[in-house]
T-cell receptor, first 115, second 115 residues
Framework: AQSVTQPDIHITVSEGASLELRCNYSYGATPYLFWYVQSPGQGLQLLLKYFSGDTLVQGIKGFEAEFKRSQSSFNLRKPSVHWSDAAEYFC?????????????FGTGTRLQVTL | DGGITQSPKYLFRKEGQNVTLSCEQN?????MYWYRQDPGQGLRLIYYSQIVNDFQKGDIAEGYSVSREKKESFPLTVTSAQKNPTAFYLC??????????????FGEGSRLTVL
């Protein structure tokens, strides 16, 4: 069965500092991988996705993620965090059946940004 | 602007009552989904519908029911059989249901509290 692990429940960074949020997945083949962001009391917004090809993917709001097959990881990065990035971030894995009904979400990492 | 509208945003229910959460989308998407979100947990799929008049159980369908009489509407009923209904409920949709072809869009959620 597929699964996603986000080891960090809560991360605090200073504004302007770099950020890396960890995501490890378990899937029997090449996965589809996603990062979503959720502001308090809101729905989720897609930051970026990986299906195939270049293992470094660029997303919205200056985020990027790197797919590392050997480490079963898809970590999210941002070079310089802004206070508005404070939110909860979810990693998700989906299979090549391609339907959203097969998405598995991680438990999320809450990001706090200090000024 | 196109999007997904969930209502009500907040809902309080007494034990033993059924409640219905509304989800309407004007994106002309075929597939719609209901997720449940609890603190410290990822999103869990309750029900989904790929086309009108058809829907499938997700991972945690017990105590919930849905209907899909119109393409744009996918209401969720939380029945009295749901043992722990207090949660944040998210509705989502995607064009055609295929992750490669589109993006899963989310509503802003409905928070249900059982008193």
């Amino acid at each position: 069965a597929q699964s996603v692990t986000q080891p960090d429940i809560h991360i605090t960074v200073s504004e302007g500092a770099s950020l890396e949020l960890r995501c490890n997945y378990s899937y029997g083949a090449t996965p589809y991988l996603f990062w979503y962001v959720q502001s308090p009391g809101q729905g989720l917004q897609l930051l970026l996705k990986y299906f195939s090809g270049d293992t470094l993917v660029q997303g919205i709001k200056g985020f990027e993620a790197e797919f590392k097959r050997s480490q079963s990881s898809f970590n999210l990065r941002k070079p310089s965090v802004h206070w508005s990035d404070a939110a909860e971030y979810f990693c998700a894995v989906g299979g090549h059946t391609g339907t959203a009904s097969k998405l598995t979400f991680g438990t999320g990492t809450r990001l706090q940004v200090t000024l | 602007d196109g999007g997904i509208t969930q209502s009500p945003k907040y809902l309080f229910r007494k034990e033993g009552q059924n409640v219905t959460l509304s989800c309407e989308q004007n994106l002309n998407h075929d597939a719609m989904y209901w997720y449940r979100q609890d603190p410290g947990q990822g999103l869990r799929l309750i029900y989904y519908s790929q086309i009108v008049n058809d829907f499938q159980k997700g991972d945690i369908a017990e105590g919930y029911s849905v209907s899909r009489e119109k393409k744009e509407s996918f209401p969720l009923t939380v029945t009295s059989a749901q043992k722990n209904p207090t949660a944040f409920y998210l509705c989502a949709s995607i064009d055609g249901g295929a992750l490669e072809a589109g993006e899963l869009f989310f509503g802003e959620g409905s928070r249900l509290t059982v008193l």
